[in-house]
Structures are given as C-alpha cells and as structure tokens.
C-alpha cells in the first residue's frame, strides 16, 4: 500500500517520468534548434544578397545545398515573370530539366500560372489520372511523384514561381510549409532587388554605348573642371594611348567656355583651333541636379576642319564661276580682231615670197595670232564653254610644236633644252592642242623656277616613253628652285601661285590638270628644293571617241 502512494507521488510530482525521457525530450529540442538555426542561415544567406551585385542563380546556389539538409526535395525551379511571360530561368540539379532554361510557360492549364493568379500553395501528386496541367507532361518524364508549387509576391504583385519535387509521395509538414513560405517571401526581396540592379546595368549600358557610339567629341567637366568622362572620339580625336596623351591640350581649349557656362548656368559656343590644323566647334550645356544647381558641364565638340575647307572650296567654286563668266566673254571679244588679224596676215603672205624683208613681220603676226588663237581657246575651255575634239595624235608631235613657239624664248634666258623622245611612241586618242597646252604650261613653270634659280648650267629635259602596255608618260624636268613639299599639294588649286601678280594667275596647272582628267589621265610632281621639278603626264593609249 505504502509502496502505491510512493509511485503515485512520483507519476504527480513527475519524477519517474523525467527519468524515462529526459534524454529523448534533450535530443528532440537539440534538434529543432538546430533546424531553426539552418533556417535561419538559409534566410540570412537570401537576405544578405540584397545588398550585394549578386544575381538570381547565384543566390539560389548558396541556399540549395542547406535547403536539401533541412527540407527533403529531388529537383527545385524557379520562374521568373517578366512582361507578362512566365520563364524558366533556374534548374537544380542543372540537368534535370525537359524544356530549356529560358522557355515560357503557356498561361492556359498551368500549375504554375494557377499557383501565381491565385496566389495559393499547390501540393499536387503527379499520378493522379484525373489531374490535367500542361507541366505534367515533362515533370512525369523527370520520375517526379509530387511537386509543391509556391507562388512569389512581392509588395501585392506576382513575379514569380518556386517548384520543389520530390520522387517519392511524402506529405509536406505544417512547419515545412510555413518555412518555406517565408524563404519566398525573403526571395522575392532578393529577386526584385536583383531585377532592378540588372535594369540599372541595362540602362547604364545603354547609355555608355550610346554615349560610345556618338562620332563627335563629348566630354563630362566636374565643378572643378576636370575631366571626368569622354567618349572614344575623344580618344581618336587626341591619340590617346599608353605612352602619352593629348588630352590636356583638349582641356584647356574648352575650359574658359565651361567656366563660363558654369557662372551663367547657360549653354555656350565657340570656334576652336589647333595646332594640326584642325578647327573645331565647341557647345557647352550645364548639367543640373534635383535641386537645379549645375553640377556638371558637357562639352560637345565637333571636328569642322572638313566643312570649313568645303565652305572655302564652295566660295572659291563660286568666284571661279564669275571668272569662267568673265573669261568666256573676253574669249569671245577677242575672237573678232583675231579673226581680222590672222586673214589678213594670211592673205599678205600670199603674195610676197620668203625674200621679201616683210615676210618675217608678217610670219610673226600669223604665229603670234594663232598663239592667241590657243590662248582664247584655253580660256574658254576653262570657262567650259568649249568642246574638245578628240583625234589620233603624238605627244611627240606635240612636245615639237610647242618648242618651235618656246624655243626661241628659252634658249635666250640661257636655258638648255634636251629632248628624248621614244621613237614609234604609240599614238593617243586626244585634243593635241589642249595636249600642247599642257606643254606650254609645264615648260613655262620650268623657266620660271630656273630664272630664280643662281646654278649657271641651266636645264630642262623632255622625255616621251610608254613604259606600261596602257599609258604613255611625257616629262619635263628642270634643275630650277624645286617646291617646297607642303605646297606640293596645292599647286593645282586655282589661282594659288608665288609669281608677282602681273608674271602669273595661278591657273596654268589648274587648267592642266582639268584637261587632263578629261583626257583620263592624270600629272604626277615630283620634286626637291634647290634641286628641281619634273612634272609627268600620264595619259592612256586607248580613249573613248564618245565625248
């Protein structure tokens, strides 16, 4: 009896009962708190990516493998809804997958899409006959037997679907559930923090390239006028590279107008130039922060180097034009009493023989007129009011017509002529006269330079061959003064010349070059100081007679 009361006293007091389960009670509470304590790391882990550039795959990878240990699943995805398409983008283990990482999802019969819209848990065993949803299909072929699908909120709105499947048909506990229901509430947090940090690169991106992509020069000034971005014309523009830069040089010239935007918080504009010829125009725009105080300038410069040469060329076209104008009616003018001069001169000579002491004179004014004759038509071929007339002819012809009107001349300044001329030079399809005009010009700048020139032996030499099958070559060289090598580029132009202004116009090589180009040939110079010139001209064996 006694010993009743002693067991009944022990089973109240709960003696007898702590010393049969105190171990297992023990065991039981290590073991929650050390779930409670993975769950805490894996949500720690979700919630530490928020502050951190760390992308969506990444954070999944570090929470799957403590989220195996605690919570028991064969295959976990996630999907992502972006414009209204809901997309696969995460698979663990990566190959456990039946369609492609990034395909949609239909939004009729989906598992998924039911989970999202009615923002609700669903626990759903795939051998049920009576189920249908367009995911069973694929996650069948996978040997899966449940899937969980849990939807991911975020501030009311759906972006997004976790699945975990499992091989087996084991429930999901209450406390499972739960637990995973906040991990989707911390992985929404991380999933819209990480779609928004890929939106800013995106933009930031964008920007970059755009700001790359533009042909002029920009560049960011701070309040201090430094130089805080620029884009790659900038780097071509100043040659840019590891060993040295220019870009001081470009700071420089753009700072007194930035400091002036700055002070008057107003867009400025100048004229810019440089040393390598280039001129520029600069436009500076303030840059302005929510408070509307200009924290930043933005030069934008535009190289106008090339428009400036086109608006000279433009106008220099349109005096050009003015003088074509002028010269074709002086031509024309002239053309007259020219007329008068060479008949009459022609009909004098007919009848005195050589012996008379007039026949000379008279023999001047023809040549002389005739000369004229080729002036005027020069001047109207420059003012392009004048056909030329193709025919076969010889450039070595040519070379002895223009010596017998220049000889003369040249030989009394003391100056040396030698020819040597190719023997059976092939014949060209061309305008001899305008040919010979060519000639004329060629051996008058010779003389020119040569006159200049202190050497005593004077010289000038004319070479005809046709090396090249295609072309024949016709020279003068002299041993005159030369050209400097930076105007070698300009002799052409017109009117460009270092004669006094009653020696010379500057439209001789211009007017040689011109007939030229209509004969499809070009004149190459070549030439050294003190040293002398040759100009060649180089002109095809073979021409189109439809001209």
């Known amino acids: 009896m006694l010993e009743d009361k002693h067991e009944m006293i022990a089973l109240l007091t709960g003696v007898k009962s702590s010393k049969k389960s105190y171990y297992t009670e023990l065991k039981k509470t290590v073991e929650q708190l050390k779930k409670k304590n993975m769950q805490l790391e894996i949500i720690n882990e979700v919630m530490k990516s928020i502050k951190i550039d760390m992308s969506l795959g990444d954070i ?38 039946y369609i492609k990482i990034g395909s949609a999802i239909p939004n009729e019969h989906s598992l ?47 972006i997004g679907v976790l699945s975990i499947g499992r091989h087996n048909e084991s429930e999901w506990g209450m406390d499972d559930l739960a637990f995973l229901e906040q991990l989707t509430d911390h992985l929404a947090v ?147 009493p020219l007329t008068a001069i060479l008949g009459n001169s022609q009909l004098l000579l007919r009848n005195i023989t050589s012996s008379d002491p007039s026949f000379t004179l008279l023999n001047d004014i023809k040549n002389c007129g005739n000369r004229c004759k080729q002036i005027i038509k020069s001047l109207l071929t420059f003012s392009r009011q ?81 090396l090249q099958s295609n072309e024949v070559h016709l020279s003068v060289k002299d041993n005159g003064i030369g050209i400097e090598e930076n105007r070698l580029s300009e002799i052409f132009h017109p009117f460009h010349t270092t004669k006094e202004t009653e020696k010379g116009t500057g439209l001789g090589l211009s007017v040689s070059i011109g007939i030229a180009k209509t004969h499809r040939g070009t004149i190459e110079v070549s030439s050294k100081l003190n040293k002398g010139s040759t100009f060649t001209l180089k002109l095809p064996l073979q021409q189109s007679k439809n001209r």
């Open 60 to 97: 999944l990878n570090n929470v799957v493998d403590k989220l195996r240990v605690l919570v028991h699943f064969d295959r976990l995805s996630l999907l992502s809804l972006h414009n209204d398409n809901l997309t696969l983008t995460n698979i663990y283990p990566e190959d456990s997958h």
């Open 112 to 158: 998924y899409w039911s989970a999202l819209k009615n923002r609700q848990i669903i626990f759903q065993r795939l051998n049920d006959s009576y189920s249908s949803f367009y995911e069973k299909e694929y996650l069948t072929v996978l040997h899966l037997r449940t899937i969980l699908v849990l939807p991911i909120y975020s501030k009311n709105k759906g």
């Open 190 to 336: 991380s999933i819209e923090n990480a779609q928004l940090y890929n939106e800013v690169l995106r933009g930031k991106q964008e920007w970059e390239d755009t700001f790359k992509a533009v042909d002029d020069m920009i560049l960011v000034f701070d309040k201090d006028l430094n130089v805080v971005q620029f884009n790659d014309s900038v780097k071509a523009f100043v040659n840019i590279n590891e060993q040295s830069s220019d870009l001081p040089i470009l700071e420089e010239s753009c700072k007194s107008l930035v400091r002036e935007t700055f002070y008057s918080k107003k867009p400025g504009y100048k004229e810019i130039y440089f040393q390598n010829n280039s001129t520029c125009e600069l436009y500076t725009y303030p840059v302005y922060n929510n408070e509307q105080q200009v924290y930043g300038v933005i030069a934008y410069i535009k190289d106008v180097t090339e428009k400036r040469k086109m608006e000279v060329q433009l106008l220099h076209s349109g005096k050009l034009a003015a003088i074509g104008e002028m010269a074709a009616g002086i031509a024309h003018e002239l053309n007259s």
């Open 386 to 466: 004048d056909e030329y007339v193709f025919d076969s002819c010889s450039l070595n012809e040519a070379v002895e017509q223009v010596l017998n009107l220049l000889k003369y001349q040249l030989e009394k300044k003391q100056i040396v002529i030698k020819c040597l001329l190719q023997e059976n030079l092939p014949f060209i399809d061309g305008s001899q006269p305008q040919i010979e005009q060519i000639i004329i010009n060629f051996l008058l700048n010779a003389r020119d330079a040569l006159e200049l020139s202190s050497r005593k032996n004077k010289e000038i030499i004319i070479t005809t061959s046709s």
